[in-house]
């Protein structure tokens, strides 16, 4: 079976522009994860959603992030007016749904977003 | 909040048996997670520890201590693609379970 995809790969953007990294996870796994993982640092929280909702937005660095997932898969994250220190590793991770068991996350292979 | 943490490298001679400390302070704990990262792919899971006391699987053993906030990854019989950066993960009470990392242990095992 498949497992988490991510696109792009890579996304070279200039400062100021919008981006939008999208996440196909696995296939009925309800509970999504967003992460970012700065060069020699570990991986940081982003948010979390159960089906469609997100009712974890804390890790969000600033409003100039947001995500939306629909239909209860494909997740996007969105970064507006990209700045450099946004540039990261953005990694995506589903589970089962939490609460039934299934205790790992599996990881997509990441997005890598260079803002010059 | 949660506050991890690893050693930064670790050297090992293939063959050998390594063993990877990890250290939290949380708020709220569910389970601890080791995963391994080769450089420039995604983590993928080594274990999950939630109760204390060690658990074995083939080459990759994990042990916590929630006591004392400790928890290692022992690896036997090194081979060279054991080369890789171990990452320490602490599961959150709340709802959403997110995993918070710590920086992770690039171990690099030498023939």
């Known amino acids: 079976g498949a497992g988490v995809s991510q696109s792009p790969s890579n996304k070279v953007t200039e400062k100021g522009k919008d981006v939008e990294l999208r996440c196909d996870p696995i296939?009925?796994?309800?509970?999504l994860y967003w992460y970012r993982q700065s060069l020699g640092q570990g991986l940081e929280f982003l948010i979390y959603?159960?089906?469609?909702?997100?009712?974890?937005k804390s890790g969000l660095p600033s409003d100039r992030f947001s995500a939306e997932r629909t239909g209860g898969s494909v997740s996007t994250l969105t970064i507006q007016r990209t700045q450099q220190e946004d540039s990261a590793v953005y990694l995506c991770?589903?589970?089962?749904?939490?609460?039934?068991?299934?205790?790992?996350?599996?990881f997509g292979p990441g997005t890598r977003l260079t803002v010059t | 909040g949660q506050n991890i943490d690893q050693p930064t490298e670790m050297t090992a001679t293939e063959g050998a048996i390594v063993q990877i400390n990890c250290t939290y302070q949380?708020?709220?704990?569910?389970?601890l997670f080791w995963y391994q990262q080769h450089a420039g792919e995604a983590p993928t899971f080594l274990s999950y520890?939630?109760?204390?006391g060690l658990e074995e699987k083939g080459r990759f053993s994990s042990f916590l201590s929630r006591s004392k906030g400790y928890s290692y990854l022992l690896l036997k019989e090194l081979q060279m693609k054991d080369s890789a950066s171990y990452l320490c993960?602490?599961?959150?009470?709340?709802?959403?379970?997110?995993?918070?990392f710590g920086s992770g242990t690039q171990l690099t095992v030498l023939p």
């Open positions: 993960a602490v599961r959150d009470s709340g709802s959403a379970r997110q995993l918070t």
């Open positions: 949380t708020s709220g704990f569910n389970g």
């Open positions: 296939s009925g796994h309800t509970a």
């Open positions: 959603f159960q089906g469609n909702s997100a009712p974890d």
């Open positions: 520890n939630v109760l204390d």
């Open positions: 991770a589903s589970s089962r749904p939490v609460g039934e068991g299934g205790q790992e996350q599996y």
